[in-house]
């Protein structure tokens, strides 16, 4: 949303808004962008990452993330998703398919279990 907002002011003329400077147009937009950013930052870390499983790459990016990172300093939620151990859903994450299809029934269940109560 915020990267949205932030193309459309780019794109804006000062015949956009005639009567006020270009600069004090884009100048509130860019610098909600360059605050909100960061602040929405763990939106797109694991173990949140993973209730969005089903957009395309995400799955992908999750195990990546994963395994950039000592399996002693992952969240639980994410150890049980993406681990390796035997216990672990990570076979169905890795079964998802890079549009974001083939999610199984089971991770779903599971994922929506954990972030209901996170």
Excluded at 74 to 93: F, K, M, N, T, Y
Aim: hydrophobic share 40%; charged share 20%; with cysteine.
């Amino acid at each position: 949303m915020l990267a949205g907002m932030l193309a459309e002011a780019s794109d804006w003329r000062q015949t956009t808004f005639p009567n006020i400077p270009l600069e004090q147009c884009q100048g509130p937009v860019r610098a909600a962008y360059a605050y909100g950013m960061p602040s929405l930052k763990y939106l797109d870390e694991l173990p949140i990452l993973c209730a969005r499983l089903d957009e395309p790459g995400v799955a992908q990016r999750c195990l990546l993330q994963y395994d950039e990172v000592d399996e002693n300093l992952h969240h639980p939620i994410s150890c049980s998703l993406l681990g390796r151990s035997a216990e672990s859903l990570r076979i169905h994450g890795e079964a998802i398919a890079p549009d974001g299809s083939g999610l199984s029934d089971r991770l779903y269940a599971e994922v929506g279990r954990n972030f209901v109560f996170m």
